[in-house]
């Protein structure tokens, strides 16, 4: 006899909390038939997300912070009892982006604070890379025996080389060189596993509004010489996009796009490092 039920397509989707890890548990959380996993590392706080998961029974909330690998394994065990072994999209969004010292240059720390600049490299290292590859280990053999088989990082435009010299970016360090670091593990990945037909890719989601604030006020919290060298940011990131307006787009916007991008990536596209646009028009 037929079997008339209908796939429904999982997705693990880290960091959803809040900001654009949230906005993709609800864009997704729409469609019934998508199983949603949304790991966050401390489940009591997660108030937005639990409040949607109310609404939403096709939204499961589990705890892993992406720096404990053990944690990890539990929720992909829990997971897998789930789907029964299976995972369609990993969507690896949590990051750490602390813009405390962020505009420092790599070498304006004070004198004698080389210890905090080590600091710094270490921490958005540990998170934003090494989190990423125990996350991907983790879910691996679930998305290998998925249909979909597509692991997406989300990186940041403030990764790309080009970008960075174009643009003049010299602020920000030790958060660019993570995400520089992430796109070549995400490539390494890729090569690893294209004749397994699993697609890796990193893409970036824009600059996107995710302060928790209203939204007439300042975008993110930050002292005057900070909101300074914001601007001053931004008119660098104008010289180097001059399409752009400007002003960072909000994350029903961001992640719609990125999407879009994930659903036309094809396995020729495995290690790609794209933007919310599908490109590498970063703004
Ligand atoms: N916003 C932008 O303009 C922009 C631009 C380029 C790229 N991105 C990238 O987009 C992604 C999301 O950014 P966002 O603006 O939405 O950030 P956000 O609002 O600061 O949210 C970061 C998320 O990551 C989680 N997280 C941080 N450390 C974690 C850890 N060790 N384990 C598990 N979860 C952890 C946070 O959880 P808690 O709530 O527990 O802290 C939170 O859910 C990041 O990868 C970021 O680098 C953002």
Redesign the pocket.
Known sequence: MADYRQHMPSYVI?????????EFVRQLSKDALNQIFA????TH??SQLLALSTQHPNIRVLQ????DHAALKAAAAEVASATGGTLDYLIN?????DPERNMLTLDGYPQGQEALLEEDIHKFIQ??VI?VIHTINAFLPLVRAGGTKKVIA?????GDLAFTVEAGYVISAPYSIS?AALNLAIAKYAAQYKAEGILFASI?????D?AQKPPDEQWWTASPEELEAFGQMIERFKNAAPGWDGR?IQ?EQSVRMVLAVIDQLTIEDTGAFVSHHGNKVWL
């Open positions: 880290t960091g959803a909390s809040r900001g654009i890890g949230l790991l966050v590392r401390n706080t997660a892993a912070d992406i720096v969004n949590a990051a750490y982006m998170v934003n989190g989300i990186s940041s435009g403030v995400k970036s989601p824009g600059l996107v995710t960072p994350p």
